[in-house]
C-alpha cells in the first residue's frame, strides 16, 4: 500500500505539484468575475552549482529549508507549493501585484536566516493576472519570465513582467 499522499510534496510538506494545478485550473476564472489573483514563483540562486558539489542532499537541503518558510510566511487561503524540482510558488488570492511584490519580499527577509547559512539566495518573479489572459498558461508563462528577469539582472532579487525584454 503506498502511503504517499498525492497532495502533499513529502520533501517540503507543501502542495504537491499536481495539487496545484488543479486548484489552479480551477481558479483561474476566477480573474474574469473581478477576483484579483497573483502569482509569486520562486527559486534559488546557486543550487545547480551546489547540487554539483553536494548531490541530491545539497537541492534537499535547499529546497526543504525554502519551503518550510514559504510555509510559514503564507496566509491560509494561499496555495504554496513545490514546483518542479527545484522551485516554490504560491497563488495568492484577492491580492493585487503590489501585494504580491510584499508577499514575496518578506518571504525573501524571512529567509535571511536560511539563506546566510546556506550561502545560496533567493529570487522570485511575480505577475498578476490581466483581462487578456484566455488560459493559466499565459499567467504561469508571466511569472516564470519575471523570475528569469531576476535571475539574468543577478538573482537575489524579485523580477515583475515589467523586468522582461523581448
Known amino acids: 500500500m503506498n502511503d504517499q499522499n498525492p497532495l502533499t510534496d513529502p520533501?517540503?510538506?507543501?502542495?504537491?505539484?499536481?495539487?496545484f494545478d488543479v486548484?489552479?485550473?480551477?481558479?483561474?476564472?476566477?480573474?474574469?468575475?473581478?477576483?484579483p489573483m497573483t502569482l509569486v514563483l520562486f527559486e534559488p540562486d546557486g543550487l545547480a552549482a551546489r547540487i554539483a558539489e553536494g548531490?541530491?542532499?545539497?537541492?534537499?537541503?535547499?529546497?526543504?529549508g525554502f519551503g518550510r518558510v514559504l510555509a510559514a510566511g503564507s496566509r491560509k487561503m494561499d496555495l504554496a507549493a513545490r514546483h518542479g524540482d527545484d522551485r516554490l510558488i504560491?497563488?495568492?488570492?484577492?491580492?493585487?501585484?503590489?501585494?504580491?511584490?510584499?508577499?514575496?519580499?518578506?518571504?525573501?527577509?524571512?529567509?535571511?536566516?536560511f539563506t546566510a547559512s546556506t550561502g545560496l539566495t533567493l529570487s522570485a518573479g511575480v505577475a498578476a493576472y490581466t483581462g487578456d489572459m484566455k488560459e493559466r498558461g499565459d499567467?504561469?508563462?508571466?511569472?516564470?519570465?519575471?523570475?528569469?528577469?531576476?535571475?539574468?539582472a543577478g538573482g537575489d532579487r524579485i523580477g515583475l513582467p515589467q523586468d522582461v525584454t523581448d
Do not use: K, P
Not at 55 to 64: I, P
Open 11 to 19: 520533501l517540503t510538506g507543501l502542495s504537491s505539484q499536481w495539487h
Open 55 to 64: 548531490g541530491a542532499d545539497a537541492r534537499e537541503a535547499a529546497v526543504g
Open 23 to 35: 486548484i489552479f485550473d480551477f481558479v483561474f476564472e476566477l480573474g474574469d468575475r473581478g477576483v
Open 139 to 152: 499567467l504561469a508563462t508571466a511569472v516564470v519570465r519575471s523570475l528569469e528577469a531576476a535571475q539574468l
Open 90 to 113: 504560491c497563488l495568492l488570492l484577492a491580492c493585487n501585484v503590489q501585494g504580491g511584490m510584499v508577499f514575496a519580499d518578506r518571504i525573501r527577509a524571512e529567509a535571511e536566516e
